[in-house]
Every structure is written in structure tokens, then in C-alpha cells.
């Protein structure tokens, strides 16, 4: 096959967001942008080995133009000398799995072709992403070198011969012009490898149990949201697991577009699971993203569990997993805007707890050194060393595996839980998709308070409540292992009795600015326990949009997403 070697003129805006570039699919399809920032990869990935010693896997969520970049990035690898791609069959991986593949074949890395929980198809959004050899998402320096790359690019090459049927279970070798070496190309099963991993973790045979009581069945609904979970879902549940007449699935059919919806497990965006639960006919139920690495659980009558709580109650209970009573448990980490409840947890435990940034990136380097066994975001992510990404089934069968053994319903577990540690209320307000500079204002307003600390030690009224600002700072992080800065992470106000407001705008949208407001307050009165969690934080959530005056500077007076 010849090496093509095209022209082509650089972008200024390739920069990765909070996981990758993420872009509108159409802007991906135009002007040689995809090909750009695949070239500019390879081209720094070459920097720290040769490409003709590599292998790296390539996956993607189903979405729209999934199976077009994984043929364009076969002909462009073949161009660029790599040794090997793993790809996934069609195109389609859950990114939990494609971490676990890299890991598990000793890959020098991967991409994976996805937007997550942005919706999809061609008027929507495309994303991708690159991952290092230890699973997880690349980190700052890393993105930022290929950033620079596409700012200077002037060409890339490409083997526009070569044509391989990716829907069909096969190694193949092509010879590249110019090349010593052939260029292989093994497709793989997306779901094999991964169900392997699931089993060497869980006890299958205890979920199985749950799922198959003789007389009457643990009932359960899970919504893959037209997702990459689809075939995960059906095979561990009903192949691997026998509950056909106790498992309960939608929308597990992948399709390009998501059906037209966000693929995003919160309550908004997963109402046909909250309605589904409602009834009071399942147990547990739970949703899951577009590429598989987000969860909600919801428990009967669609009960809801934070992704706060989650973290802190897998964390109370991590013992009843097989996986962690071989490995250990080792300290967690939560991003700066998820709710202390997991702190809680550590301090009883005599654990380490540590915060990071927003992001999945930020907690590799404290797993590969063995600082955390498992982690989470208040953004429906929850996962554990098993790979270096967050994994929607993991927290799935991690729950499932909980509720077999201490046989309690969910709400009774987490009733439970805030009577040993308290309970932390928590809330997310989003405004979408803001034109204008609006949001960057706010946030400079902010900053500014943050340096001048004039707010300090101020007194704020809310309803029948008194606030006093202990501490003010725009969020920033030393990694503890490679000693690695990253700033400006986020507004955060903490109040004298614990509370704490956060504003961020988001990294991972692709029109206009998104403002996120997170807002965590601390109860240890049980009559509280069973208030909810909008009635009990309004007045903060008010107090914090006073403070920022959030309406002035963006217009919006509703939120368009509340988790
Ligand atoms: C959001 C979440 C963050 C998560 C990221 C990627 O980022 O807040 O916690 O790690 O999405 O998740 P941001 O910058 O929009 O707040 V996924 O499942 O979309 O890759
Ligand atoms: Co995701």
C-alpha cells in the first residue's frame, strides 16, 4: 500500500477538554480536523517511542461517525509505520473496556472515538480521546503537546488502499510501502475480554443467587440509554448471570444517535428509569452513559443514591467484593466538587482520602502507585483500580454484590449509612449551553473575590440560616506522585459550619458555556435524614446564587439540568 502524504492547515481550537477534544460531528467530518488531531497523536506519541514498536487499541461509543474514524485512523496508523492496532468489532467499546484492554495486552495505549454523554449523530456532538499504556485518560501534558502539534501542522499521511471488514473477528497484515515490517490489524470481541475481567472481581455466583430465587425474584431494570452498555448489559445479565426473568433491559440496542436523547444517566436525562421505578415493581435499577462509564442507581420506587453516597457506601462495604479482599484496600479520592461523604468513611476507616479536579485523568497516578483502591465524581462516576477509567457496570455489580450480602433494600442501606456517618446533602445546578461572555464575567467576578479575600469572613442571611465564608480560592492541585500543577479548578466558598459552594464552567461541551454550581452541606441531626435534598439546600443554593449573581451575568433564572 502507498503512504499518501496530504496538506493540510492547522486549527487553533484542538484543545482537550476535561476528557478529550469534543467537538460537533459535523465540525470532525470537515477540513481534515479529525485526521489533524489523529495526526498530531501519532506524531507525539512517536516522540517517547518509535510507532513501529507499538500496539495501541482503537474503540469508540457507537455514535455517529464511530466506524468512519476508526477506518480513517487504520489507514492513517498503516501511513505512520505503528506496528499493531487491537480493534474493537464495528468500532464499538465501552470505555471502561478499552482501558481494561490496554492494561490487559500491555499496549503502548488507545483511542477512543466518543463524546460520552453528549448526545450524537450528525447534527449533535463527536469526541475523542486518548489514553496512555497504563488504561487512563492522558494526562494535562500530554494533551497539551498534542494541542501544540495541531496548532503546527502542516501535513499527514494516510493509506487510503487499505480496506479492512471491521465487523468481522480477524488478524490481518498489510505490507506499507517504505516499511521493514507488516502492519497488523486484529479485530477483537468488544465484550469477551471484559467479561472475564467482571468475573475475576465479582462472585457471580452470589449474583447469580440474588437474581434467581426460587420463589420470588430479585427484580431489576437497567437502561443502557441506546448506548455502548446494550451488549454488555444483555450478556452479563442474561447469558452470564441467567436473570431473563429477573433482569429487566431497555434501550440496549447501540444506535448512532442515542435515539435522538442525551445519553447521560441523571434524573433529567434517565426519566423513563425514574417512571420505570416508580411502580415499585424493581428492586434496583440503573442507567448508564453513552460510553459506558457513568451510572446512576436509583433503589425501588426510584429511590435516588447520589454518586456522593455511592462512593461512601461502596466504600463502607468494599469488603463483601472478592477483588478487595485479595488486593487490599488501599486510601479514595473524590474530585473537589463531589460531597465529603466519602471523607467520612476514610477518617472512620483510618484511610487516606485525597482530592482531586474535576476529571478521571487526575486519579491514574494515584492508583498506579497504589494510594487509592477506589474513586469517585459527584458526575454519576464511580470505578476502582480494576482499570483507569470509571466503569459504569463495575458500580452496577459492585451494588448488586453490597445488597446480596447485607440483604437490605437500597434506601434501607443508605438509612443506614447516615445514621453511622451523618449525611452530606448534595446538589448540582447546570446551565447549559450560555452564548456570550456572560459566564466568563461570573467567573472572573469570582476570582477576584478569591484574591482580594474580601468576602472573608463576611456573614451571609439565607432563610432562617447565617453563613459565614471561613475560606475562598479558585481550586488548585499538586499531584502527589509526579508533583505535577494544575490550576484555576474551580470557585470554592467553604462555609464556617462545613458547607461548601462550587462553581466551575465545564470542559466537555461543544456550543457555548456550561456553569456548573455545586452545592454540599453536612447534617448530623437524624430527623433530617429523610428531608429532601432541594428543600434542605435551598437557602445555600440561593445564598450562592446571590453571591455570584448568576441571573445578571447569564440570564438564566432556572437550571436546565438538577441532579
Ligand atoms: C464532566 C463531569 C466530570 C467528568 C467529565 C467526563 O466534566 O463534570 O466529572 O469527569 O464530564 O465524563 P465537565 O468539565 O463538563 O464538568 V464522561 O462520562 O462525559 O467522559
Ligand atoms: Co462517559
Known amino acids: 500500500h502507498k503512504v499518501e502524504i496530504r496538506e493540510t492547515k492547522p486549527f487553533t481550537d484542538q484543545k482537550p477538554g476535561t476528557s478529550g477534544l469534543r467537538k460537533p460531528t459535523k465540525t470532525f467530518k470537515e477540513n481534515n480536523y479529525f485526521e489533524n488531531f489523529i495526526q498530531s497523536y501519532f506524531d507525539d506519541v512517536q516522540e517517547q517511542k518509535p510507532l513501529q514498536q507499538c500496539t495501541l487499541v482503537v474503540g469508540g461509543d457507537g455514535r455517529n461517525f464511530v466506524k468512519e474514524g476508526v477506518k480513517i485512523i487504520i489507514q492513517m496508523a498503516a501511513a505512520n509505520n505503528v506496528h499493531k492496532l487491537i480493534v474493537a468489532s464495528n468500532g464499538i467499546m465501552s470505555t471502561p473496556a478499552v482501558s481494561n484492554v490496554i492494561r490487559k495486552y500491555s499496549t503502548d495505549g488507545g483511542i477512543v472515538l466518543t463524546a460520552s454523554h453528549n ?19 492522558a494526562p494535562e501534558a500530554i494533551t497539551n503537546s498534542i494541542w501544540d502539534k495541531t496548532r503546527q501542522i502542516t501535513h499527514f499521511k494516510i493509506c487510503s ?26 479485530i477483537i470481541d468488544s465484550v469477551d475480554d471484559y467479561v472475564e475481567l467482571m468475573k475475576s472481581i465479582f462472585d457471580f455466583d452470589i449474583l447469580k443467587s440474588l437474581l434467581n430465587y426460587e420463589k420470588e425474584h430479585f427484580k431489576i431494570m437497567i437502561n443502557a440509554l441506546s448506548g455502548v452498555m446494550g451488549p454488555y448489559v444483555t450478556r452479563i445479565f442474561h447469558q452470564e448471570l441467567q436473570g431473563k426473568d429477573s433482569v429487566i433491559v431497555k434501550n440496549c440496542q447501540p444506535l448512532e444517535d442515542f435515539g435522538g436523547h442525551h445519553p447521560d444517566p441523571n434524573l433529567t436525562y434517565a426519566h423513563e428509569l425514574v417512571e420505570d421505578m416508580e411502580h415499585g415493581d424493581y428492586e434496583f435499577g440503573a442507567a448508564f452513559d453513552g460510553d459506558g462509564d457513568r451510572n446512576m442507581i436509583l433503589g425501588k420506587k426510584g429511590f435516588f443514591v447520589t454518586p456522593c453516597d455511592s462512593l461512601a457506601v461502596l466504600a463502607a462495604n468494599l469488603n463483601v467484593i472478592p477483588y478487595f479482599r485479595t488486593h487490599g484496600i488501599n486510601g479514595y479520592a473524590r474530585s473537589m466538587p463531589t460531597s465529603g461523604a466519602v471523607d467520612r468513611v476514610a477518617k472512620k476507616q483510618g484511610k487516606e482520602l485525597y482530592e482531586t479536579p474535576t476529571g478521571w485523568k487526575f486519579f491514574g497516578n494515584l492508583m498506579d502507585s497504589k494510594k487509592i483502591s477506589i474513586c469517585g465524581e459527584e458526575s454519576f462516576g464511580t470505578g476502582s483500580d480494576h482499570i483507569r477509567e470509571k466503569d459504569g457496570m463495575w458500580a452496577v455489580l459492585s451494588w448488586l454484590s453490597v445488597l446480596a450480602t447485607v440483604n437490605k433494600s437500597v434506601e434501607h442501606l443508605l438509612n443506614q449509612h447516615w445514621q ?59 499531584d502527589p506522585i509526579d508533583q505535577s500543577y494544575t490550576e484555576k479548578q474551580g470557585i470554592r466558598i467553604i462555609f464556617t459550619d462545613g458547607s461548601r459552594i462550587v462553581f466551575r464552567l465545564s470542559g466537555t461541551g461543544s456550543r457555548g458555556a456550561t456553569v456548573r454550581l455545586y452545592v454540599d452541606s453536612y447534617e448530623n441531626d437524624p430527623s433530617t435524614y429523610d428531608k ?32
Open 119 to 137: 448526545p450524537g449523530g450528525i447534527n449533535a456532538d463527536y469526541g475523542v480521546k486518548f489514553n496512555i499504556s497504563n488504561g487512563g485518560p
Open 161 to 186: 488502499t487499505i480496506d479492512i471488514d471491521i465487523s468481522q473477528l480477524h488478524k490481518q497484515q498489510f505490507q506499507i510501502e517504505g516499511s521493514s515490517q507488516p502492519f497488523e490489524v486484529e
Open 532 to 563: 429532601d435534598a432541594q428543600e434542605m439546600l435551598q437557602p445555600l443554593v440561593s445564598l450562592a446564587l446571590n453571591i455570584a449573581q448568576l441571573k445578571e451575568f447569564t440570564g438564566r433564572d432556572k437550571p436546565t439540568v438538577i441532579t
Open 420 to 478: 453511622t456517618y451523618g449525611r452530606n446533602f448534595f446538589t448540582r445546578y447546570d446551565y447549559e449551553e450560555i452564548d456570550g461572555s456572560g459566564p466568563f464575567a461570573m467567573l472572573k467576578r469570582l476570582e477576584g473575590f478569591c484574591m482580594s479575600n474580601e468576602l472573608l469572613n463576611k456573614t451571609f442571611p439565607s432563610g432562617t440560616k447565617q453563613y459565614t465564608i471561613q475560606l475562598m480560592d479558585d481550586f488548585n492541585y499538586t
